[in-house]
Structure formats: structure tokens, C-alpha cells
């Protein structure tokens, strides 16, 4: 893909610059392409990226509609920074209402997608309707398509993305595909970009298959203007230029998310046995010094990065030699080594490969292969539930067979594809307790009884357990500096004590806040964390020059617009039946305490810290919903005539 520095502004517009001004859709139903002007107040209220689909998706997708029925819809949107020289700026989100959980469901991936998609000339695509037959989107400028894809279907999406690349005889072509999981809408299928790339998380996967869309593929050769280039550029040198001199960027270019498997072990919080406790004997094979020597063959980046925290690892020997694959994240040595029990870091790449190619979130699958192995190691499942399957920890061949089983939806995989809440459901038999879950998402490698902030972020977080969204790292880490600036002396130091709930939610809220304008403009997560590289400040310096409009350099309105979007995702799940009784954590972490490790006999206190949260944020302290006041001083009366 050619990157295209940022240019110059070559026609006044409506629509500020750092977009490009249109919203294109596609009616599958008629098979239609129409396009409509980005609304420049959107600009002002919500910035761009996850803003613009909360607000397109509360008016367009009611409470009664089916994630899985013609009338959801899917939304693909970029943020003003998205395809600039800004650092990290490669990111794109995809947004509809989630199969998997049937609440808000978001899910972003890394890339050159995002970046392609705004040189096409769009900011974002809406996918309405369903299709009567296969089909893929092709998007290339103004060349609008819906092409016949019955030869793809059944394909794994590394062979329909390369049979694609194939036949437009273009590298730099973008392909957002789904694999067999996807067409057979397993609740947590996800989207795979161009091999490796996942928009994981919430079942965006199983969307595009009940939509019978098999990929989106998209090729543009524009370019993003900016209000004042001269001054852009020079900032986004200097910021690349601090993401290479970070300490912390550094080691995770060098060694990339492997690193927290150490960090996590020190802290006793490495998810072990579908997170029974936060020690893992075999951690030393799935740490990054034993990783990278033995299996890295390569680094790689995605658009406009400066860190490269990729790599393309390889298996020379053993049951899976051969198997070449990028990755896994640590999430997915979590996923398929330490809280399956395994300590063998072929067979989570491996794993890792089958989920990509089949298209399926790592972390959801993981954790229901964890659910059914404990559920069936208590004795409420049996062989007569898995079709004859005995379930064990430490068994590799056993993984790799239930992988594909999900994604095929054959046999007991069947039941697994629907995700732990519903396949605990469906059992019963006291199997609910095994299912490590909010609201449907299950719980990625992070466990709130070493960490409280992780605790509160899941219990509150828009998709379910989500660590994405508000993960206050510091407060776990130590950073006693990062935090007596961000939080003020006066907290410390309780507001660093990963063990304590007090003040907590002024961590979670200010971090949330930070962490969604991120997801507005689109950037990687990695540029505010560890601690950050960049913070709210630094977006007020870059916004008004990458669009001109001056009140997005203050922080003060930063803040508001970022309350204004966690709220309007919280009156979305509010009008699904969401409220503070859905606001909890699994049993294992507040009623179980942590049994080794320095968290030893630790359990989550949700109550307080949920109290102070839903003060911060405006919402009602009995019912967990925003307040008429809450919803007034942010704009949002206008949701009232959509519930």
C-alpha cells in the first residue's frame, strides 16, 4: 500500500478537513450504492470513529431488531486522523449490534483498511439488508460493486484474500474477509483483514455472514487533506519521534504483547484454568525471551506505525512444524496456553492460525473452550454432551480439534459456537458459574482481583468485558509520577493500589474518557498506554490542525464529547434492558478469592466502586441509567424519539 503524507487543503468545504466528507451505503436488499454528506456537527459532537456509529447506530437499529436479521446494520468508520502521518493512525472500527451479546458491539482492527478507505473518498460504509446470494463490496473510488461470491464461499479467509488480490491484480487492495466461522454465524466469528488483521471481538464476523457479504474489499487513491499542513506534519514528526525514543515502545517493538506474560505472572494475574487462579507453572514457554529466539522470522507494522510490535513466527519441529502465522497476541497465549493449561507455544500459534483463517475471536473461543473443559471436569458435562469427547486441561490435539469443530459448527462445537453465557444456558446444571463472562462477552486475560480498576472497567464497559476501553495500567504498574500528575499527590497511595477500590473510578472515568476519544479519531491503543505516549492533551494539539475546528483543541471539550459518547452507548444497552444488575463481574472474581500469588485471598468489591463511578459519570446511582440531567447537559435529548 502507498502511505500518503497528509496534504494540503485544496477547496473550502462544509466538512472540516481531516474527512472527507461523505458516508457511503449499500443496500444489499436491491443491491444499491447511494451516498449522503457527513453532517459537520457530527464533527463537533462526536469527532469521528466509534463517535459517528454510536450515533448512527441509536437512530438506525432499534431494540427490536435481530443482530443476525436483515434490518442490523454494519458500520465501517474512520476518525479525522485516520490515513494521516499521525503515528498509529492505521486503525478502523466496525460497529453494529452484536450477536454474541446482543447489546453495543464494536470491535477495531489494525492495518491499512482505514486509511484505504478514506483515499476511496469515504469516511464510513454503512451495510444495510441482506443479500440473496453470496456477494462481496468493492469499493475502488467512485467504482461501486456488488460482485457474485458463490465460488468464495466456504473459503478460509487467507485463500479468498489472496483469490482476491488475484483477480484485481493489485497488492495494495484491502480485504476485510470472513471464513467458514462467519458464514455460519458463530456468535463470536470475526472479520479478518488481509490475513492477519482481526476485528475480533462481539461477532462482527457472524453479521457479514447472515448478510451473505463474504468481504468488503475497498481501493482508493486520494489522499487525506488537512486544515494547517505545515504544522501537522511537524507535529507528527516530533510525535513519531516519541513513540521511538519511549522506553516502553521500545520493548513492545521489540518483543511486542508477549512481554505481559512475565508482568502478568510477577503480579499473579496470568489466567490459568479458565482463570481459577493467576499463577501458571509452564509461564517461562510462553514468555517473550523463549518466543522470539526460537520462532520469530520477522517484524511487522501496521499503517503509519513507528513501533512494529507484529511478528511472523514460524514452527520448525514438533506436531505443527511448518506452521507459519503471525502472532499471537498475548491475549492468545492466554487464550489457548495458560488458561487451557498448556504450555506449549506451537500449539497456540497454531490455534492462533485456525482462528484466523476460520475467522473466530480468540478470546471468546478460548474462554468457552475453558468453560466446557471445567464444566466437564466438575461432572455437570458429560461425554453424552460432547458427542463422546472426554475434556482435559493440557491437551493440544484436543484444541486444535475443538477449534475446528466451532468454526464448523459440528457436533459439540455446535453448542460452544453460540459462546459460554448461552451454551451454559442451554446445560444448565450449575455450568453458569464456569462461564467467565459480562454481559455475554467473556473476560479477556485480566483479572480483577490483582487489579481493581480492570475490575470496575469490565463491570461497566459498553460491549461486556472489555479491557480495551478504560484499562488504567499505571495504577497496577506502579507509575507514581503518571499518576500524581494525571490524578493529583492527594490520591496516593491508594489510587496505585491494585488491591484497594478507592478511587478507582476517577481512574476508570478519566481513562475511559482518554481511551474513547483514541477511538474517535482513529488511533492505535498502544500510543496511551504503558504509560502513554500521548493523552488527552495531545489530541486537543492535533485536532484543530488536522481539521480547523478550534473548540476540538481544548480538553475541557474533549472530556465532554468523550461523556457524551460513553453515555449514549450506555442509553443504547439501556433500551436493550441494560442497567446496574447487569453492571457485575463472574462469581470467581468477587465471591472466590485469588488462592496464590501476591493477590492471594483477594476478592472484587464491586459495590463502591460502582457507586463513584455512576457519580462521575451522571448516571442514577439505584438503576446504573444516565439522569434527564445527565442527558440534557450532554446533548442527547434528541434519543428520547428513538427509545
Not at 243 to 267: F, Y
Not at 471 to 486: F, P, S
Not at 490 to 507: M, S
Not at 612 to 618: C, F
Request: proline content about 5%.
Amino acid at each position: 500500500m502507498t502511505v500518503r503524507p497528509a496534504q494540503k487543503p485544496s477547496e473550502v468545504s462544509d466538512v472540516a478537513n481531516g474527512y472527507k466528507g461523505k458516508i457511503l451505503r449499500v443496500n444489499l436488499n436491491d443491491g444499491t450504492f447511494k451516498t449522503s454528506t457527513l453532517p459537520r456537527e457530527w464533527i463537533r459532537e462526536y469527532i469521528g470513529g466509534d463517535g459517528f456509529g454510536a450515533k448512527l447506530l441509536f437512530e438506525e437499529v432499534g431494540p427490536s431488531t435481530d443482530p443476525l436479521g436483515p434490518d442490523n446494520k454494519l458500520i465501517l468508520a474512520t476518525g479525522p486522523i485516520t490515513g494521516t502521518l499521525w503515528p498509529m493512525s492505521g486503525r478502523t472500527v466496525f460497529i453494529s449490534k452484536a450477536p454474541l451479546t446482543g447489546i453495543w458491539g464494536e470491535s477495531h482492527v489494525g492495518g491499512f483498511l482505514g486509511p484505504e478507505l478514506k483515499y476511496a473518498g469515504y469516511d464510513m460504509l454503512v451495510v444495510e439488508g441482506a443479500s440473496e446470494e453470496p456477494v462481496y463490496i468493492q469499493i475502488d473510488d467512485d467504482d461501486l460493486q456488488l460482485k457474485k461470491a458463490d465460488n468464495l464461499w466456504g473459503m478460509t479467509t487467507d485463500v479468498v484474500t489472496e483469490t482476491i488480490k488475484r483477480n484485481h491484480h493489485d497488492p495494495d487492495v484491502q480485504v476485510a474477509a470472513i471464513g467458514p466461522a462467519g458464514e455460519r454465524k458463530v456468535r463470536f466469528s470475526s472479520i479478518i483483514v488481509n490475513h492477519a488483521r482481526a476485528a475480533g471481538r462481539t461477532g462482527m464476523g457472524a453479521i457479514l455472514g447472515s448478510k451473505n457479504v463474504k468481504a468488503i474489499v475497498v481501493r482508493g487513491h486520494g489522499a487525506v487533506e488537512v486544515h494547517n499542513h505545515e504544522e501537522f506534519v511537524e507535529l507528527s514528526k516530533a510525535a513519531h519521534m516519541r513513540v521511538r525514543t519511549n522506553p516502553q515502545a521500545k520493548e513492545m517493538g521489540k518483543w511486542g504483547t508477549w512481554i505481559l506474560t512475565a508482568v502478568k505472572q510477577e503480579i499473579g494475574e496470568l489466567p490459568t484454568n479458565n482463570h481459577r487462579t493467576g499463577i501458571f507453572p509452564g509461564w517461562e514457554k510462553l514468555s517473550a525471551d523463549y518466543i522470539r529466539p526460537r520462532f520469530t522470522i520477522a517484524d511487522r507494522a501496521c499503517f503509519g506505525c513507528s513501533l512494529g510490535c507484529k511478528k511472523m513466527n514460524y514452527v520448525r519441529d514438533g506436531p505443527f512444524a511448518g506452521t507459519l502465522e503471525e502472532g499471537p497476541e498475548y491475549e492468545g497465549l492466554m487464550a489457548f496456553g495458560s488458561s487451557l493449561g498448556i504450555d506449549d507455544y506451537a500449539t497456540t500459534l497454531k490455534a492462533n492460525q485456525i482462528c484466523n483463517e476460520y475467522g473466530m475471536d480468540i478470546i471468546s473461543v478460548g474462554a468457552t473452550i475453558g468453560f466446557a473443559i471445567e464444566s466437564y471436569e466438575s461432572g455437570a458435562l458429560t461425554k453424552e454432551d460432547t458427542g463422546g469427547l472426554e475434556l482435559s486441561w493440557s491437551d493440544s490435539e484436543q484444541i486444535i480439534r475443538l477449534l475446528k469443530m466451532i468454526g464448523e459448527r459440528e457436533g459439540f462445537g455446535n453448542l460452544l459456537a453460540e459462546g459460554s453465557r448461552r451454551a451454559a444456558e442451554k446445560i444448565g446444571r450449575g455450568t453458569e458459574k464456569f462461564a467467565i463472562h459480562v454481559k455475554g462477552l467473556e473476560v479477556s486475560g485480566q483479572d480483577g482481583r490483582t487489579h481493581r480498576s480492570i475490575g470496575l472497567g469490565h463491570a461497566t464497559a459498553a460491549r461486556g468485558a472489555d479491557h480495551l476501553r478504560s484499562l488504567v495500567v499505571v495504577d497496577q504498574l506502579g507509575y507514581e509520577d503518571v499518576a500524581a500528575r494525571r490524578w493529583g499527590a492527594d490520591k496516593l497511595p491508594e489510587i496505585i493500589d491494585p488491591y484497594t477500590e478507592t478511587y478507582k473510578a476517577t481512574a476508570v472515568f478519566e481513562s475511559e474518557n482518554a481511551y474513547c476519544i483514541r477511538d474517535t479519531l482513529i488511533v492505535c491503543w498502544y500510543s496511551v498506554s504503558w504509560p502513554p505516549i500521548f493523552w488527552m492533551e495531545d489530541f486537543a494539539r492535533i485536532l484543530p490542525l488536522a481539521t480547523g475546528e478550534k473548540d476540538l483543541g481544548k480538553v475541557e471539550n474533549l472530556v465532554k464529547i468523550a461523556e457524551r459518547q460513553v453515555t449514549l452507548k450506555r442509553l443504547f444497552n439501556a433500551r436493550e434492558g441494560i442497567s446496574k444488575k447487569d453492571d457485575n463481574l463472574p462469581d470467581r472474581f468477587t465471591k472466590d478469592p485469588m488462592p496464590e500469588g501476591p493477590g492471594k485471598g483477594q476478592v472484587v468489591n464491586l459495590e463502591p466502586m460502582l457507586r463513584d463511578y455512576y457519580t462521575l459519570r451522571g448516571w442514577d446511582l439505584e438503576t446504573g441509567l444516565p439522569t434527564d440531567k445527565t442527558i440534557k447537559r450532554l446533548g442527547l435529548e434528541w434519543t428520547k424519539a428513538h427509545s
